[in-house]
C-alpha cells in the first residue's frame, strides 16, 4: 500500500509510458495508475496462473465473481442487483459501442456530453450516426451539465440514446440526487434510453454518493450501466468490464448484439474483478486517500501558474486544466515543450484544456509543477 512507489514500466510496455518514449517528457495522459496492485488481487492471479489450464470458461459460470459484483453495489451503492443482469464485457468502450448497435437504427442521433473522453465521442460516427452534444457548465465553482441543452437534444425524434459519463470524464463531478432526477426526466419525457459510463464510481473523492443509473426509480426499466474494477484497482489492461440491465428485453437486445463481435472477458480479469471486491477494502481506502491528498496539491499548485486554472474534482484522479489566458496557439505543445505530456484536450472537444492524471507518485506532480512553472 505504498502508493508513493514511482515503478519502472518499461518492461510492460506501458501505453502511457511508450508514448514519450525517449525523451524527457513525463506522461501524465492515459487514465491508468501508477499503482501497484493489491496484494489480494495479484495473490489471486497467481493462483490462477498457477492451475496452469486457460481454457474456454464462460464468465457467466464464475458465479464467485457475479456475486463479488452483486455484494460490491449493494455495499457501496445500497443498489440490490440481480445476478441475472449482469453481462461481462472487454471494456467499456465496447460496451457502448454495443449499446449503440443494440439501441438505434440508422438515421438516429446519439446524445453524449462535452467534453468527454475521446471513445465515447467518436462512437456515434463509428457506427454511420448522428451526434448530439450537451455542453458542461461551471456553476458555483462545479462542472455540471447544460440541462437545458439536453432537453433541446432529447426532444429531436431522431434522439434515442444518451451515453452519459458519471463521474465525468473529464471533469470529475458527480451527479447529484437532483441532477439525476433532471437526467431521468428529460429522458423518460422524450423516450430517449441511458447508457451511464460509470467506470470511475468507485474513485469519490469527496463527501458525496455517486447514484448509479439503473438504480435510479425512473431508470431501471431504461438504461444500461457500464461499471468495472479496472480503474480503481489498475487492472485496465486485463480488459473485464460489465454492464448491468435490469430489463429483460433491453438485455436480450444488448446480448444479441454482442454476438460473433464481442469475445468473452479473460479467466484473468474475472480473477482480478472478484478478488478486488472482496479483498482489497484497506487497499482501496488506501487509494482514495492518496489520491485526496494528491488532488489537493495539484489543484493548489495549479492554480498559482500564470494562465492556468482548475476547479477540484469530486471524483477520479483526473484534473481538467483550463489554459485558455495563456492565449497560445497549442496548448498541448506548450505543456510537452515543458516537459509534461497531458491528455490534449482538442482530443476531448475543448482546445484550450488539457487533463493531468494524479494517479501516481507525489513526487511525479512535483516535478509535473515545477516544469510547468518554469
Known amino acids: ?210 447514484l448509479p443509473a439503473g438504480a435510479h426509480k425512473d431508470l431501471i426499466e431504461h438504461s444500461v450501466t457500464l461499471m468495472a474494477a479496472s480503474k480503481t484497482f489498475n487492472v485496465a489492461g486485463l480488459g473485464t468490464s460489465f454492464a448491468i440491465i435490469p430489463n429483460t428485453t433491453l438485455r436480450a437486445t444488448f446480448n444479441k448484439s454482442t454476438r460473433g463481435i464481442v469475445p468473452w472477458v479473460t479467466v484473468t480479469g474475472l480473477t482480478a474483478t472478484n478478488a478486488a471486491f472482496r479483498h482489497c477494502d484497506d487497499w482501496h481506502q488506501g487509494e482514495l486517500d492518496y489520491l485526496k491528498a494528491n488532488r489537493d496539491y495539484l489543484v493548489t499548485e495549479i492554480n498559482k501558474i500564470p494562465g492556468l486554472r482548475a476547479l477540484s474534482p469530486a471524483a477520479t484522479f483526473l484534473l481538467w486544466v483550463d489554459a485558455s489566458d495563456l492565449n497560445v496557439s497549442d496548448t498541448q505543445k506548450w505543456c510537452e515543450e515543458k516537459g509534461i505530456g497531458p491528455s490534449p484536450g482538442r482530443d476531448f472537444g475543448k482546445k484550450d484544456f488539457f487533463r493531468l492524471n494524479f494517479g501516481c507518485s507525489r513526487d511525479y506532480l512535483v516535478e509535473a509543477i515545477e516544469k510547468l512553472s518554469c
Open 1 to 210: 500500500m505504498n502508493f508513493s512507489n514511482k515503478p519502472d514500466r518499461t518492461a510492460s510496455k506501458a501505453y502511457k509510458w511508450e508514448k514519450y518514449k525517449g525523451t524527457d517528457i513525463l506522461p501524465m495522459w492515459i487514465a491508468d495508475t501508477e499503482f501497484r496492485c493489491a496484494e489480494p488481487i495479484l495473490d489471486a492471479l497467481h493462483q490462477r496462473i498457477e492451475d496452469g489450464l486457460f481454457g474456454y470458461t464462460l464468465p457467466a459460470h464464475d458465479t464467485d465473481a457475479v456475486n463479488a459484483i452483486v455484494n460490491w453495489c449493494e455495499k457501496q451503492y445500497n443498489w440490490k442487483v440481480d445476478p441475472s443482469w449482469i453481462i461481462w464485457t472487454p471494456g467499456v468502450v465496447p460496451a457502448f459501442n454495443v449499446a449503440i448497435k443494440a439501441y438505434c437504427n440508422a438515421g438516429d442521433t446519439v446524445i453524449v456530453q462535452t467534453p468527454n473522453y475521446p471513445p465515447l465521442l467518436a462512437a456515434p460516427k463509428i457506427n454511420g450516426l448522428d451526434r448530439a452534444c450537451v455542453p458542461t457548465v461551471e456553476i458555483d465553482g462545479r462542472w455540471t451539465l447544460d440541462f437545458s441543452a439536453l432537453e433541446t437534444a432529447a426532444a429531436d425524434p431522431k434522439a434515442t440514446l444518451f451515453i452519459m459519463c458519471n463521474p465525468m470524464n473529464p471533469v470529475g463531478s458527480v451527479l447529484t440526487q437532483e441532477e439525476m432526477d433532471k437526467v431521468a426526466s428529460i429522458c423518460r419525457k422524450h423516450q430517449v434510453l441511458i447508457c451511464s459510463d460509470e467506470i470511475h464510481c468507485d474513485l469519490i473523492l469527496d463527501d458525496v454518493k455517486h
